[in-house]
Every structure is written in structure tokens, then in C-alpha cells.
């Protein structure tokens, strides 16, 4: 047991130490873009899996957070000269806040109900900001003013910095996860997708538990928000509430394993590598047929390992460790 | 002693169908009472309606001195009752500790202290040697096992039992019955629902028969088993009963 939590710790420690020294070691702009992608978007994936993986409700409206963080750091930023470091922590807050109505109505449904509307909720953010021009520019969206190097700002001349700033909040995300995966409060959401009526039969509130993950999920989503448009230096509806944001989300979760801790992120890379792979070996040639190979790919994945990749990675990591294999297992059933 | 639970005046439609009507009844502090009847008769309609999973029309529900109608089920749980489903609803994908830990959780949020005491539920109804298996993988009774075990980590003072012996075969269900009898002994007050006459004559001191939703007789076994209406709605005219050993 203690063997493989420290062999555990070794792995995370290297994987760690690869990731810092990554952006010292490949200076190619295109690669670092890729990388700071792949981290986002496993942020973003961290963000929902809290929801919609151990919980098991599939949000489909997460570009809803994602938008809200975007647009209120920008606005701040803009009209009032805040920092996006504030405006970030702001947007978190006014996401979390949404969340409260949001979640009352959406929660109400199950399965497939509660998805479809959480589609909408996104889809409403987008038409607002759309027709309500005074309020945030309209459909025209606004470019970020480029101040140069100024970090305060959240601006970097550097794309390294921005590698960093992502792969802090991806950690963070983990760290949360990790934290409450591990707590009674890990239990109570896995055992709310279970089955909600059994759980409310044991005593547990699963309207409040709901809430509160949303909440945090909206929360994280929304920090990504800020950071994405910090980053491209630009804003409009079409980009903050992209129902893509929202679909990615989930598709990483659920390709790389559902209400596990490192599932996005597995899902995230492969995802990601397969889908920048496939554009440049058919995006020239063919165009369109990446996007082709790409879903028959994610058809193949879903339908021959439903439980996501993870699952796979994990027994072929049993599979050389056979010794330890009993254990992890037992470790990881029981959380 | 007191009363754990006083049902008054109870009442349920749904649509035009009359679930539940007029029940009334009350249950003893550390008593074992039988729900019978026929299906269809309202049973689990009135375990849903003490548990807080449908509201009823009409009429109150007292339990140990609170009134609980309008309570929700974890609330109602909260409160010292806890329930396990006709049909088993086990966390299939949590294993059987992490599924009891969890009812554990309702009393303590700390980890070791509902790990020690999902243990103590787990070994109670004889489950220990599969701790670690995912309860999906659990057979119908280990199922039952595990919802009981579940429920006793709420520590609740009121257990209501819906069918745990549907399905078992004649020696599942002696060792089910045993396990009845051993959580009586410990102290706590039980409301079973069942169709194995065998069992119930086993367990219940008193037994409360429903038909069409309505109470029909109510009594010892042994009034309740020579009852006219209850032969003619229920139990059918060939009926005799066996003594089962211990009785």
C-alpha cells in the first residue's frame, strides 16, 4: 500500500517536472499553442466532470460560465480598468451566482431533460449579449487593448507565461477534485448518480448537494473563461457561449472516464492530439476529412469503451504492476 | 413504552386509483409490525408516504412525537427513520463499504469514524467478506444485505423493511429472518412489508392487513391468520399455518 502511494507521488512528481520544463524545451509558438489548448480544455473537462461526472448530470450549457467569466473580466477590464486577475475571481463569483436560478430550474429535470435544458440556459446568455449592444459591444464583440508586457494585466509577451497561468488552474482543478473526491462529499455525488432516491432514502439532500457542485463546477468554468479571451485578445458573443465550450467539456470527461480524477485530462490529450495529428496530415490533401476520421474515431472509442480510456490505461498499467494490481484496485473502488 | 409511530387518517390517490385511504395505525417503541395484503393493496404506497416520497392527501404521520408529513425522505431519514426498497437500489458502482459509508456519512462527515461504522452495519447483517466488491456484482440477497446494512448506518431508531424476502429461496430466507430478529433484539422498532407468511408469522408481533388501500383487520398473527376477511382477501381459504421452529 504505502509502495504504491509513493510510487504514485514519483509518477505526478516527474509528470510535474516535465510539464514546468516542457515550454523551455520546445520553443516552437504552434506546439506551445497546442499545449496551452490541451490545458484548458482539461480544465475545463476537470470543471464539469465534478457535475456532470460523479454526479452523473449531463450538462451540455458549461460555455454558459464560460462566457459570464469572459465578460465580466472584460468588462471590468475595459469600462472600469480592473485587472483580469480581479475580473477573474469576480467572473467566478458571478457565475457562481447564476448558477443558484440556473441550477433551481435545470435540476428540477432528470437525464435527458435536465441536458436539453441546459442548453438553453447557454443559448440565452449568447442572445442577450447579442441584442443587448450598450451593455457589451453586441455581436461586433471588442478586441482587448494590447498593453505589451504587463503582467498585472494578465498580459505577457511570452506564450510560455500563458502555458503557465493554464497549467496552475488545471492544477487547481485537480487539487479540488482530489480534495473532494476524497471526502464524504465524493460519496454523496457519485451515490446522487447512482440512484437520487436512494441517496435521499440514507439522509443526504440531493438538491443541496447538486447545487453546491454546480456552483463550484460554474465556479472553475467561468476562470477559464477569463483566461481564454486574456489569451486571444478578444471577445464576442459567438466565442464567450460557443456551444462547442460545452460540448468539449463533456466529450473529454466521457472519452477519457466519467467522475475520474485524471479522466479529462487523458481524454483532453488524446482528444486534442488526434484531432491536431489528423489536420495536418488531411487538412491539406482533403479538406474536411479530418474532421471525418475524427468522429469516426470518437464513435469507436464510445462504443468499444463506453467507461472512457482511463479504464484502459489503468489495466494495462495492472497488467505490468500485477503484483500491486489487487491493491490499486481496492484503493480505487473505495475512493 | 411509547409510540414510535402513529399513522392517522392517512390518505393517497393517484388520478382516479385510491391508494390509500383512511389508514390508520400505530407501532410500538421496539415492536416488530407486519404490512400485508395482496398487491396493489398499498403497502409501499404507505412506506413512500411515511418516508416522505409522496406527500399524502390527507392525514398525519408521528413519529417518536414530531409530526413528519410534508418532511423530505432525507430529512424524515435524519429524524430516526430509514427505509430499504422493494426493488434493491444498491450504488452499483460504489463498492459495499463505500455504498454503507455513505448512509454512514449522515452522522459524521469524518472518513475513519464512517469507515468504523460501516464496518460494524457491515458485519451486522454478515456482508464483511465482500467489502470490496462492487455492489452491482452482489446477488439479490447479498442486495438486501447491503440496502439493510445501508439503512443501520443512519443509525435510525424506526426501520421500515419493504419485502427483503421476495426472491430468496427457503434458506436465504431463515437467515433473513434471523437477521429481522436480531435487529428487534437490538433495540430498534421495525415495520415490515412481505408476502412470506412463514417469515412474518416468524417476526411480527402484530400484523396490520391492507386490501383496496383500506385496513381491513389488524391483530396478533394468530388473530389475524383465523380472520374471515383476510382468508377471503388475502390468504385464501386453504391456509393453514405452520409453526416455524422458535415460534
Known sequence: ?335 | MGDALVVRNLSKRFGGLRAVQDLSFSVKENETVALIGPNGAGKTTSFNLITGFHRPDEGSVSAFGREIVGLKPYDICAHGLARTFQVAKPFGAMTVLANVMTGAFLRDKKLEVARARAREAIEFVGLSAKEHTPARDLTTIDQRRLEMARALATEPRLLLLDEVMAGLNPAEIDQAVALVGKLSKRGLTIIIVEHVMRAIMAVARHIVVLDHGQKIAEGSPKEVVANQDVVRAYLGPGYVHVAAPGE
Open chain 1, 1 to 335: 500500500m504505502r509502495v504504491l502511494r509513493s510510487s504514485g507521488a514519483l509518477w505526478l512528481g516527474l509528470l510535474t517536472v516535465v510539464l514546468l520544463v516542457l515550454p523551455l524545451v520546445v520553443t516552437s509558438r504552434f506546439a506551445i499553442d497546442i499545449f496551452i489548448r490541451v490545458l484548458l480544455f482539461a480544465f475545463i473537462g476537470v470543471a464539469w466532470n465534478l457535475i456532470g461526472g460523479y454526479a452523473k448530470q449531463l450538462s451540455l450549457g458549461h460555455a454558459a460560465y464560460f462566457g459570464l467569466g469572459a465578460y465580466t473580466s472584460t468588462i471590468l477590464q475595459i469600462d472600469v480598468g480592473i485587472s483580469p486577475w480581479i475580473g477573474m475571481l469576480a467572473g467566478g463569483v458571478v457565475a457562481m451566482l447564476a448558477s443558484l436560478p440556473i441550477g433551481a430550474l435545470c435540476f428540477r429535470l432528470r437525464g435527458p431533460y435536465f441536458a436539453i435544458s441546459t442548453i438553453a440556459t447557454a443559448q440565452v446568455f449568447m442572445l442577450l449579449f447579442l441584442k443587448f449592444r450598450d451593455f457589451a459591444w453586441g455581436a461586433e464583440g471588442t478586441t482587448i487593448p494590447n498593453l505589451g508586457n504587463a503582467p498585472l494585466m494578465m498580459q505577457f509577451e511570452a506564450k510560455a507565461a500563458y502555458y503557465y497561468i493554464a497549467l496552475g488552474l488545471l492544477a487547481i482543478g485537480l487539487a479540488i477534485t482530489y480534495r473532494i473526491e476524497r471526502s464524504w462529499m465524493g460519496y454523496y455525488l457519485v451515490a446522487i448518480g447512482e440512484d437520487e432516491d436512494a441517496a435521499e432514502a440514507i439522509g443526504v439532500n440531493a438538491m443541496r448537494i447538486k447545487r453546491d457542485i454546480y456552483m463550484i463546477s460554474a465556479f472553475l468554468t467561468a476562470l477559464a473563461g477569463t483566461f481564454y479571451v486574456q489569451y486571444i485578445y478578444f471577445i464576442d458573443p459567438q466565442t464567450a457561449f460557443n456551444f462547442n465550450i460545452s460540448v468539449e467539456a463533456a466529450l473529454v470527461s466521457i472519452v477519457g472516464g466519467v467522475g475520474t480524477l485524471w479522466g479529462p485530462v487523458i481524454g483532453t490529450v488524446l482528444l486534442e492530439a488526434t484531432s491536431a495529428l489528423l489536420q495536418s496530415w488531411l487538412g491539406s490533401s482533403f479538406g474536411g476529412i479530418q474532421l471525418t476520421v475524427y468522429s469516426l474515431i470518437l464513435m469507436a472509442v464510445i462504443l468499444w469503451r463506453p467507461t472512457g480510456l482511463l479504464s484502459v490505461l489503468a489495466e494495462v498499467y495492472a497488467r505490468i504492476v500485477r503484483r500491486g494490481s489487487a491493491q490499486t484496485k481496492k484503493a480505487v473502488l473505495d475512493g
